[in-house]
DNA sequence: GGATTTGTTCCAATATGTGGAACGGTGTTT
DNA sequence: AAACACCGTTCCACATATTGGAACAAATCC
C-alpha cells in the first residue's frame, strides 16, 4: 500500500508504522498544557499499555521526551535544538523579513508571517510594537487556518480542490461570536478573498484582536504562506486595515517575488 | 538487554530501534547547513540505501523532513510547532526570565539562560542590549559545554563522576587559541570554578565574546543549567566580568530557589 | 484489610523494518 | 552513439523489533 493513499490521515490518525505512532505520542505530551502522567496519555493515544509503555521509554531514550521526578512526562530540549535549525536555516524566512519590517514601519503594528500547513497557520516570524515585548513568542505557534488572517489567505489561493479537502478536515471550533461555523460559510467568504486579494480577521479568532492578510505562493516549492497587519480593535478600525490592505498586498507580492528570483525555480537553495 | 546499558551512546551512536534511526537521520538534515540530497544523508548517517530510502519518505510523511524540487531534505515546519510547545510551556524559563532582565538592567550586556544536556548546553532564553536585535536569535541554540561560560559552569556543579563521563564524550574542537584542547585541562579549571561559584569564558568559544557564567542545580528535577552575561571583549574587560560575577550568583541563586518553590519538591509543575 | 488505580515487566505471535541486489533514469565521458 | 558512472527508487526473503494481553508490584483510596 502507497503512502500517500486515500485521504491522507497525517494529523488525526494514529500515524504510519513505528514512526507514526512515536510521533502520535510525542505530540499528545506536546499540545497538552500540563505536565502528562503515563495514564493522561494513555487516554489521548489509544495504544494498549505495554506498548504506550515502551514508546514513551524510547522517546525519552531520544531526549524528545523528559520524565520528571513524579513520573509525569515533559517534552525535551532536543525538540528545541532541532527546530533552531529548522528556524533558523529558513530561508523563506530569511527573504521575508526586511519586508516584515517595512510594514511594520508604514503602519506600527504587529507583522507576521505564517505557513500553511493542511489546517493550521504556523507562524514562523513576527516582528511586534516596541513594547517591553516577549521575544518569540509565537514562533512555532500553531493557529486554525480557518479562523485567521493569514490562515484565510493563504486557503484563497489553493487550488479548489485542495481548498476542499482541507476545509472537510477542518474542526470548525466557534472561538469568538464571529468566527466561521462551517464549512460553506468558510467558502463563500474565500471565494471573496480571491476577487480582494486579501483577508480580514474581523475578532474571529480572539475578541478584540483583527487584522489584514495577504497571501504568498510559491508553486516551485510547494509553498503556501501568507503575512498579516494585526492590532486591537480598539485602536485599529476595519477602514484603517481596509487602507493598509494594498500594502499588505504589495509586500506579500514583493516576497513571492524575491523568493522566486533568489531560490530559483523548482531547484536547491544555493 | 536494558536501554541505559554500557555507556549509552545517545548522541554519537546509531540510536537505539528503529526511532533512534529516525532521528539520527532527522538530526543529520537539521544539522546540515544546507538542504541534504539522499547520497549526502547516506554519507552522514551510516544506513544501507534501501532501509535509508524508507526512513525518509517515513519522516517526511511526519513532516518532520520536507522534500524539495530537486529531491533535497530540509526540516519540515512539524518540529517548530512541537518546539513552540516545548518551549512556551517550559516553567524554568518562565520563572527564571524576570531575574535575566534585571540582570540584564544592572550589566546592559546580553544576558544567557542555557540548559545542560550531556554534552551541550541549549539557550532557552536570552536578553539583549536594545539593538534592533534579531527576536529569537539564539533560542534553541546548541554550544559545546566545554567552552562556554554556561556549560562550564554548569559542568563544574555535576557529580565529579558524571563530569567525568561527559568530559570522556566531549570533542574537543579548538575553536580559538585559548579553547580547552584536552580533558585534563578542563577538568583543572572545573576544579577551580567550584572553588569560586563562577565561570568565565575567556574567548573560548568565539574571539572576541567573552563572559561570566554561574550555575543553576535543581536536583528534584534533574536540572542543571546557568545563566551568563556577555559581552565583546573590546568593551568589556575581564576586571568587569569579574566584578559581575557576584551578582550573576546571586541571581542564579534566586533562580535556585524561586524554581524549588514554585516547582516543588520532586513533583509536578503545579 | 480489601479494592482500585497506576506504573512496570514478561513473552509468544507477528507485523515491521532490514538491507543486499537489481532496476530505470539522467548526465557525463570516450 | 554507445559505454559508463551516478543517483534515486523498488523489490523481496529474512530477521528483528514491535505488539498487546496478562501477570505483577506499589501506591492510594475506601
Chains 1, 2 share one sequence.
Not at 54 to 65: A, P, S
Not at 69 to 83: F, I, N, Q, V
Not at 90 to 111: S, Y
Not at 159 to 182: C, M, N, Y
Amino acid at each position: 500500500m502507497d503512502r500517500k493513499s486515500v485521504a491522507d490521515l497525517e494529523s488525526d490518525g494514529p500515524g504510519t508504522g513505528t514512526l507514526g505512532k512515536a510521533m502520535a505520542v510525542l505530540e499528545a505530551v506536546a499540545m497538552a498544557d500540563r505536565p502528562q502522567r503515563f495514564t493522561d496519555i494513555l487516554q489521548s493515544v489509544r495504544q494498549p499499555r505495554g506498548t504506550l509503555h515502551r514508546l514513551l521509554g524510547h522517546l525519552v531514550d531520544e531526549g524528545l521526551l523528559v520524565q520528571r521526578g513524579d513520573l509525569s512526562y515533559e517534552p525535551g530540549l532536543r525538540l528545541l535544538k532541532l527546530a533552531y535549525r529548522s528556524w533558523s536555516g529558513n530561508q523563506f524566512r530569511d527573504i521575508a523579513e526586511p519586508h516584515l519590517l517595512r510594514l511594520h514601519e508604514l503602519t506600527g503594528e504587529t507583522v507576521h508571517l505564517g505557513i500553511l500547513r493542511e489546517t493550521e497557520i504556523i507562524y514562523v516570524d513576527k516582528v511586534e510594537s516596541r513594547q517591553t515585548v516577549r521575544m518569540s513568542s509565537q514562533i512555532g505557534k500553531a493557529s486554525p487556518a480557518y479562523c485567521t488572517g493569514i490562515g484565510k489567505a493563504a486557503l484563497s489561493s489553493l487550488p479548489q480542490g485542495e481548498l476542499e479537502r482541507i476545509a472537510a478536515k477542518t474542526q470548525f471550533v466557534p472561538f469568538t461570536e464571529r468566527t466561521h461555523r462551517s464549512s460553506p460559510s468558510l467558502l463563500a467568504e474565500i471565494e471573496e478573498i480571491r476577487r480582494e486579494g486579501h483577508a480580514f480577521d474581523r475578532e474571529e479568532h480572539e475578541a478584540e484582536i483583527c487584522c489584514v492578510a495577504a497571501p504568498i505562493v510559491v508553486p516551485e516549492h510547494e509553498l503556501v504562506a501568507g503575512i498579516s497587519v494585526t492590532g486591537p480593535s480598539y485602536r485599529v478600525t476595519m477602514t484603517q486595515l481596509a487602507a493598509w490592505a494594498a500594502d499588505v498586498r504589495r509586500a506579500a507580492g514583493k516576497i513571492e517575488e524575491e523568493v522566486r528570483i533568489r531560490l530559483g525555480p523548482g531547484r536547491g537553495g544555493r
